[in-house]
Structure formats: C-alpha cells, structure tokens
C-alpha cells in the first residue's frame, strides 16, 4: 500500500483543516488506521485511529476537536480537525494497516 496524505497548509489559530489519505496498491486494510503527528524535535505523536469496527480513539489534546472517518469505496481516511492550536503545528503522518505515507505539514499560526 501506499498511502498519499493531501490538505495541509497554513491556517490560524481557531480555524480547520481536512486532511486526506488516499491509498493506492492493495488498499485492503482489516486492522486500524491512524493519524499521527510529529513536530520538530519531538517524537511521532498518537492523533487518532479508526479501529476495523468502526471505533475511534483519539490522543488526550484532540478529544472534542479531531475526528477521524474513512471512505471506502474512495480509499481514503480523513482526519478534520477545528478549533487548531498553535501546538497542533506538526507533519501530521497517515498509518494504512503497516504503511506509513510521507506526510503533510500543518503550520497553525497564532
């Protein structure tokens, strides 16, 4: 699988943004996916995963403002997340099944 994160960019403090993950090769996926986020000079952080049931966990900071969903018949996970913080600043990673994409750079300005 290779999966393909779109969507990030510069946004202010308090404003959206959808990131998408679309996979292409052999798409079929029957454990969780996941996004994830690292900023500089930290570690990779848990964001969210969407569990082969349906059910979603999110990281501590972005309960209430993150959500994850997916699209099946177009490939693709989502993560919207609103009400963004300066502290949300970080390459946000998309993790289909065992395959990580290249990621996207979310900057959120204060």
């Known amino acids: 699988v290779q999966p393909a994160e779109s969507g990030g960019g510069l946004v202010q403090a308090g404003g959206s943004l959808r990131l998408s993950c679309t996979a292409s090769?052999?798409?079929?996926?029957?454990?969780?996916m996941g996004w994830y986020r690292q900023a500089p000079g930290k570690e990779r952080e848990f964001v969210a995963v969407?569990?082969?049931?349906?059910?979603?966990y999110y990281g501590d900071s972005m309960k209430g403002r993150f959500t994850i969903s997916r699209d099946n018949a177009k490939n693709t996970l989502y993560l919207q997340m609103n009400s963004l913080k300066s502290e949300d600043t970080a390459v946000y990673y998309c993790?289909?099944?065992?395959?990580w994409g290249q990621g996207t750079q979310v900057t959120v300005s204060s």
């Open positions: 993790k289909w099944c065992d395959d």
């Open positions: 969407l569990s082969n049931t349906g059910n979603t």
């Open positions: 090769g052999d798409t079929v996926c029957t454990t969780a």
